[in-house]
């Protein structure tokens, strides 16, 4: 059984830092491209950032993260990471971690101003 689980949230103040981190585990996950979403209250979900897998120089971001946010995965494939940078209280939402087939259970990222 493939499993996604996101670690990493908290709050955090208006311009602080923080690094989401996502594993895979039940798959040999690391040919697959990784994402990050999120979803605030009341919205749809948004994407973030998405780091294939073969080719893992290869990112793609969001308009509202770009510049701020950088998505990686280490050698194996299995874990990706979203590294976030200057949040805004706009940043606050859960997050999520996607390998196209599957999700994970998110993690809260609360930014006060």
């Known amino acids: 059984q493939v499993q996604?689980?996101?670690?990493?949230?908290?709050?955090?103040?208006?311009?602080?830092s923080l690094t989401l981190t996502c594993t895979a585990s039940?798959?040999?996950?690391?040919?697959?491209?990784?994402?990050w979403y999120r979803q605030a209250p009341g919205k749809e979900r948004e994407f973030v950032a998405a780091v294939q897998g073969r080719?893992?120089?290869v990112t793609e971001y969001g308009d509202s993260?770009?510049?701020?946010?950088?998505?990686?995965?280490?050698?194996?494939g299995m874990t990706?990471?979203?590294?976030?940078?200057?949040?805004k209280p706009d940043d606050?939402?859960?997050y999520y971690c996607s390998?196209?087939?599957?999700?994970?259970?998110?993690?809260?990222?609360?930014?006060?101003?």
């Not at 993260?65 to 194996?76: A, L, M, P, Q």
């Not at 390998?99 to 101003?113: F, I, P, R």
């Open 65 to 76: 993260v770009k510049g701020r946010f950088t998505i990686s995965r280490d050698n194996t």
């Open 92 to 94: 606050t939402a859960i």
């Open 55 to 57: 080719r893992r120089n």
């Open 26 to 35: 039940g798959r040999t996950a690391g040919s697959y491209t990784m994402a």
């Open 4 to 16: 996604l689980v996101e670690s990493g949230g908290g709050s955090v103040q208006a311009g602080s």
């Open 99 to 113: 390998d196209s087939a599957y999700w994970g259970q998110g993690t809260q990222v609360t930014v006060s101003s």
């Open 80 to 87: 990706a990471y979203l590294q976030m940078n200057s949040l």
